[in-house]
């Protein structure tokens, strides 16, 4: 896949996973999402939460889609980090709005909270290493 081997080329931190991890954690990921997000779009559906609860719900996933686009086809290393960290804090917000209605929905997304953490300060590394690229 050309993102693997973009993700080669970068300078990275000593610490930073090989490009083939990625696949498989974001496998799980998306299930997990898929499902969660799922159940929140039904609560939506049948009128038990609002719309405002949905919304950042909504921008984590716009956020999400947009972040190969951006750091693989434009090599914008800065939006790119500016992104994922949207995705970090549209995440909390999502898992603080709905843990009163559903708690199962913020347990099951933690695995996700962990790992756009964790990407973030590696995007952040990345983009500070590749600053003049």
Not at 22 to 45: D, E, K
Request: no cysteine; glycine share 4%.
């Amino acid at each position: 896949m050309k993102t693997y081997a973009q993700y080669k080329n970068y300078k990275k931190p000593r610490w930073a996973p090989p490009a083939w991890v990625f696949g498989p954690v974001w496998s799980l990921l998306y299930l997990l999402i898929i499902v969660s997000f799922g159940y929140v779009a039904y609560l939506l559906n049948v009128g038990a939460i609002s719309f405002a609860v949905v919304v950042p719900f909504l921008l984590n996933l716009i956020f999400n889609l947009i972040y190969s686009p951006i750091q693989f086809r434009l090599h914008n290393f800065a939006l790119g980090a500016l992104d994922v960290f949207l995705v970090l804090a549209t995440l909390i917000w999502a898992l603080w709005a709905i843990y009163p209605i559903a708690p199962w929905v913020f347990l099951i997304n933690i695995p996700y909270l962990v790992w756009v953490s964790f990407a973030t300060v590696l995007q952040i590394t990345i983009t500070t290493l590749n600053w003049s690229r």
